[in-house]
């Protein structure tokens, strides 16, 4: 009698999720059941918690899904987190999942068409989202998408780590910077839109949610100041930058001594609020020009009101 093993053939999953999660426990659960949730259920949800010390582990352990694969590791902040897992993923697609956002039920389904549509590129999809604040669901703005240039597009239009889809060889290619805390997304969508297209999915699929604990709080945090040292960094690279107009990387240093500005107001100091919006007005004379004056005026005039018209 033969008694040899049999082979057992390992399908990989189409899509791998990764999820990276920091004592946010009482957010997760949802996150996770969004993917469960999925109307196209081939998937690999890939969490890693970064030094947690709430009850994230005791949250996970309640879903008994051995689609769901759970790893910890010590604080070393969200790129280290999101680089693990793209190197534990063993989907075709890699996407992406924040432990406070969530999936609508056709997210997966609705890429998979897109993809389908392209006969599955070696490129990165992204899809259309809702902002949800306060649980009111609200449509962000954005310029309409025209794929001539897409590195100038990415760095117009926010595309956040959660609406991105990319395949996994890219990304075997190209991970997160981790010396970067904020702005590490778009530095590496500017390295990855070099080689390869960027595809949307029209339908709006993912629910982005706004509340004070975002690591991209504007009030809590300089955010603007990392953007722009994420932005610099990458246009150190000549191909990057000569993918950028002049003129739109004035207006993107624009954008962020504005916001520098407004940064500096929120913490009443008045000198590094104005000096940063001169700067701002020097990248981009006309860009806001008359709130950019409003604000000056009382800051100098009328603190109180400066503060009410910034917000």
């Given amino acids: ?9 390992i399908r990989n999953p189409y899509f791998s999720i990764i999820l990276p999660t920091y004592n946010r426990s009482n957010m997760l659960k949802r996150a996770i059941q969004s993917v469960i949730g999925q109307s ?9 918690d970064d030094g947690s010390t709430d009850d994230t582990s005791l949250v996970v352990k309640e879903f008994v899904d051995e689609r769901i694969k759970y790893y910890y590791q010590e604080n070393a902040e969200r790129s280290i987190a999101r680089n693990k897992g793209i190197d534990l993923a063993s989907g075709k697609y890699i996407c992406f999942l924040d432990s406070d956002d969530y999936y609508l039920p056709n997210h997966l389904e609705e890429l998979l068409l897109t993809i389908k549509e392209k006969q599955e590129p070696l490129a990165f999809f992204f899809c259309n989202l809702y902002k949800e604040t306060n649980e009111i669901l609200s449509l962000p703005e954005e310029c ?9 597009y990415v760095v117009q ?5 959660p609406q991105a ?11 997160f910077n981790t010396k970067l805390f904020v702005g590490e997304d778009l530095n590496l969508w500017m390295h990855i839109l070099l080689k390869y297209p960027l595809i949307k999915s029209i339908k709006r699929t993912l629910i982005l949610c706004i509340h004070e604990g975002r690591t991209v709080n504007v009030h809590a945090r300089n955010i603007y100041k990392y953007h722009l040292d994420a932005f610099r960094l990458a246009i150190k690279d000549n ?3 000569n993918s950028i107009s002049r003129k739109i990387r004035r207006s993107i240093y624009s954008e962020c001594y504005l916001g520098m500005g407004k940064f500096h107001l929120f913490r009443k100091k008045k000198l590094f609020t104005i000096l940063m919006i ?9 860009f806001q020009l008359k709130f950019k004056i409003n604000i000056i005026y ?8 400066a503060l009410k018209i910034a917000k």
Avoid: R
Avoid at 144 to 152: C, G, L, R
Avoid at 167 to 173: A, F, T, Y
Avoid at 278 to 286: A, D, E, F, N
């Fill in 278 to 286: 001169l700067v701002s007005l020097y990248y981009q004379p006309g």
């Fill in 239 to 241: 191909a990057i930058k």
């Fill in 157 to 161: 239009n926010i595309i956040s780590t």
């Fill in 40 to 48: 196209f259920a081939d998937w690999e949800l890939i969490i890693i």
């Fill in 1 to 9: 009698m033969h008694t040899g093993t049999k082979n057992i053939i």
């Fill in 144 to 152: 309409e998408f025209v794929s001539k240039n897409n590195i100038e």
């Fill in 165 to 175: 889809c990319i395949h996994v060889q890219i990304l075997k290619e190209h991970q």
């Fill in 298 to 305: 009382c800051v100098l005039f009328n603190f109180e009101m």
